[in-house]
């Protein structure tokens, strides 16, 4: 069964430093996602991203936030200068015509301290 | 703004009974509804889903009913399994695939053995 691939599983950083954060998406998708969830809430869609560029974005995802897919197969999202509440799970997924749903990632565990 | 409500934080079910687990939505212009379900340290895994069109989909042990007049949905689980015990996440999207879903809380089942 095809997957998404996340790298690190978890990722500590100091507050005010930057972290990229890496997904491999399954290889004939085409719509790509970034969502979080902080400890105990709800999933949060963060960003959608298609044609090399980004079709929707909500309030979280400010100037701090960006994303990339710098070749055919990462996708990428960057905070520029974390802060406490940046801690949560980010979670990529992708989505390829056909399918009923998006396929996730297991996650990567973002801890600022 | 709580578009997508679960409004049981958690459900404990015997094996072999039925799980139903409930979802309400505000939104009307929702057309396309999942159920997720998330095991610890693991993203979430597409179960189910319904289109606006229809009011019922099932697959295998898993039916989800869709009542848009009330603009509830339900996941039933029958029979229950302890391998079924995890966090469900109903999502809500404005139309199938590509758009982004809209999370509830979650609804935490516990099958007992």
């Known amino acids: 069964e095809p997957e998404v691939t996340q790298t690190p599983s978890h990722q500590v950083t100091q507050m005010g430093q930057e972290v990229i954060l890496r997904c491999v998406p399954i290889?004939?998708?085409?719509?790509f996602y970034w969502y979080r969830q902080i400890l105990g809430q709800k999933v949060e869609f963060l960003v959608s991203?298609?044609?090399?560029?980004?079709?929707?974005k909500s309030e979280i995802f400010d100037d701090q936030f960006s994303v990339e897919r710098p070749d055919g197969s990462n996708f990428t999202l960057k905070i520029r200068s974390t802060k406490l509440e940046d801690s949560a799970m980010y979670f990529c997924?992708?989505?390829?015509?056909?399918?009923?749903?998006?396929?996730f990632g297991s996650g990567t565990r973002l801890t600022v301290v | 703004d709580q578009q997508v409500k679960q409004n049981s934080p958690s459900l404990s079910v015997q094996e072999g009974r039925i799980s139903i687990l409930n979802c309400d939505y505000t939104?009307?212009?929702?057309?396309?509804f999942l159920w997720y379900k998330k095991y610890p340290a693991e993203g979430p895994t597409f179960l189910i889903s319904?289109?606006?069109?229809?009011d019922k989909n099932e697959d295998g042990r898993f039916t989800v009913f869709l009542n848009k007049s009330a603009k509830h949905l339900s996941l039933h689980i029958v029979p229950s399994q302890p391998g079924d015990s995890a966090v469900y996440f109903c999502?809500?999207?404005?139309?199938?695939?590509?758009?982004?879903?809209?999370f509830g809380t979650g609804t935490r089942l516990k099958v007992l053995a």
């Open positions: 997924a992708s989505y390829g015509f056909g399918g009923y749903g998006y396929t």
């Open positions: 290889s004939n998708h085409l719509y």
């Open positions: 991203f298609y044609n090399n560029e980004i079709s929707e």
């Open positions: 939104n009307s212009m929702f057309d396309y």
């Open positions: 319904i289109s606006s069109i229809k």
């Open positions: 999502a809500a999207s404005k139309t199938s695939g590509t758009y982004k879903y809209i």
